[in-house]
């Protein structure tokens, strides 16, 4: 794919805020093209830990940084009525003065939100179908100023959207896929997909081959619809065990981006270090080996 390397960084939100601060201004510093934050109501592994609310702490974020990009990773869509998802995501736009991007899942069915709140926890074919709706009410709402939407889940009448974002047609969508229903939306309204490889103790090897399997797949939806599938850039949250040693060394990290590089990956986007010890080989990797990697692929 004729695309540009893109590196990103995610930040749990279970720090003080002005260690967000300082973590988030510093990605920025060392040249990262975008820094991300989660969208749970807790931690679902860790539920008893200190949490932030994702797009409140995005909205905050937005005003303490200048340049890069930022983002959910991805928005769980029943936290949220569609269209309400929609003036979140304008609003935060023109706080960042256009820098959103809009990522947008499923959610999951083992989150303890569901019984916390008080919220249905959809069974699988309905939570694909009512992601469906939401994806098409949210790419409707940020490229129009009046919408109406008449679902089988969701419906809308004479929705207004002034003003409209400052990103034209829309903010880019960033949809997280892996299943073959979820990954034929990404196909038809995604700007970005991005693949989550397995379950945190998934080997290296499958997270690779799955992701591998699932790229290809989303080629074969896209010339369905007709869609050049070199429009839609792939993209890949670094987990697991990759996760936890990627910023060991700058061999490591070399050798996880050339892995995914290799079957289609142009996005990466990797967990701040987990330990103190890391950031040091974090920050050399920032400043030389991902400009050297930029040079190898041909991007500026």
Excluded at 230 to 244: I, K, N, P
Aim: a positive charge; hydrophobic letters at 40%; one cysteine or more.
């Amino acid at each position: 794919m004729n695309q540009e390397l893109r590196f990103g960084v995610i930040t749990v939100q279970n720090r003080p805020w002005k260690k967000q601060v300082e973590r988030w201004q510093l990605i920025e510093s060392l040249g990262f093209d975008s820094v991300w934050v989660a969208d749970h109501f807790v931690d679902p592994y860790e539920p008893n830990t200190p949490w932030f609310e994702g797009w409140t702490l995005l909205a905050a974020l937005a005003n303490q940084t200048n340049r890069i990009r930022i983002g959910t990773l991805v928005t769980s869509i029943p936290l949220r009525n569609p269209a309400m998802l929609a003036r979140q995501a304008l609003t935060v736009d023109h706080i960042s003065n256009g820098r959103l991007e809009l990522g947008l899942g499923t959610g999951v069915s083992w989150d303890p939100v569901y019984s916390m709140i008080g919220i249905e926890n959809w069974p699988p074919q309905e939570r694909v179908a009512r992601f469906r709706q939401v994806v098409e009410i949210v790419d409707q709402c940020l490229r129009n100023r009046i919408t109406t939407y008449k679902g089988q889940y969701y419906q809308l009448q004479d929705t207004i959207m002034i003003p409209l974002p400052i990103q034209q047609p829309r903010p880019p969508i960033t949809i997280g896929a892996v299943g073959p229903l979820v990954l034929k939306i990404a196909a038809r309204y995604a700007d970005t997909w991005n693949s989550v490889p397995g379950e945190w103790h998934t080997s290296p090897n499958k997270m690779l081959g799955d992701t591998c399997r699932r790229n290809k797949l989303l080629d074969g939806y896209c010339e369905e619809i007709g869609r050049d599938p070199q429009t839609l850039r792939r993209s890949l949250l670094v987990f697991g065990s990759e996760a936890e040693t990627v910023f060991n060394s700058a061999d490591a990290f070399e050798a996880v981006v050339e892995r995914y590089r290799n079957v289609g990956i142009t996005e990466f986007i990797f967990y701040y270090p987990f330990r103190d010890e890391q950031l040091p080989v974090f920050k050399q990797i920032a400043r030389n080996v991902i400009p050297k990697l930029r040079t190898k692929h041909g991007c500026h």
